[in-house]
């Protein structure tokens, strides 16, 4: 691994289904972050987590839920998935909460039907 | 309130130069960040200003204006590769708040 890996890369999922996307960064960063990205809406922050161990909620945390047991993994879930939630998924990862630059993984492509 | 603006798309002909604005309020600001975005990929970092006035890199520069709230984008010697969606984003209160990405088209 080099940098920060999402996986799946894209996914159909039913609607009430659950799912988990997964986060990895090798990079030993700090803070890490999931958005969404919708057109015309820009990245919308959902989660995010300033240090293993701790999470917070961003701008549209509804329908989601992340943890951070260790520095490298980020998981974000979906525990029954809603066609609205049809988005890509962007992890990112930075140094320290403030001052430097994020590194994104390469993006989840979710359709929820 | 926090708030960050910049147009939705631009067109520019190769080999010319593009300006791309960018206005922001927030306050705890701690810097302000480019990225570019190719369609169907992740954005990637192209510059990252917390003081006032220009920084260049290469064919592109930065500037920022902390008492205005504004920052450009200023590429130079457009190429058909810089066909993109430039994001803009503050850096305020430890938290990215990023605006909705300018789609700048280059037409030959």
């Known amino acids: 691994i080099a940098g920060i890996t999402q996986a799946p890369t894209s996914q159909i999922l039913a609607a009430g289904r659950r799912m988990t996307l997964r986060c990895t960064q090798d990079?030993?960063?700090?803070?890490m972050y999931w958005y969404r990205q919708d057109l015309g809406l820009g990245l919308r922050l959902i989660h995010y987590?300033?240090?293993?161990?701790?999470?917070g909620k961003g701008e549209v945390p509804d329908g989601y839920s992340v943890s951070r047991a260790n520095t490298d993994d980020f998981p974000l879930t979906l525990a029954s998935a809603v066609p609205s939630q049809t988005s890509v998924y962007f992890c990112?990862?930075?140094?320290?909460?403030?001052?430097?630059?994020?590194?994104f993984g390469q993006g989840t492509r979710l359709t929820v039907v | 309130g926090q708030n960050i603006d910049q147009p939705t798309e631009m067109t520019a002909t190769e080999g010319a130069i593009v300006q791309i604005n960018c206005t922001y309020q927030?306050?705890?600001?701690?810097?302000l960040f480019w990225y570019q975005q190719h369609a169907g990929e992740a954005p990637t970092f192209l510059s990252y200003?917390?003081l006032d006035g220009l920084e260049e890199k290469g064919r592109f520069s930065s500037f920022l204006s902390r008492s205005k709230g504004y920052s450009y984008l200023l590429l130079k010697e457009l190429q058909m590769k810089d066909s993109a969606s430039y994001l803009c984003?503050?850096?305020?209160?430890?938290?990215?708040?990023w605006g909705a990405g300018t789609k700048l088209i280059i037409k030959p």
């Open positions: 984003a503050m850096d305020s209160n430890y938290q990215l708040i």
């Open positions: 927030t306050s705890g600001f701690n810097g």
């Open positions: 990112a990862s930075r140094t320290s909460i403030g001052g430097t630059e994020a590194f």
């Open positions: 200003n917390v």
């Open positions: 987590s300033n240090t293993a161990g701790t999470t």
């Open positions: 990079m030993r960063h700090n803070a």
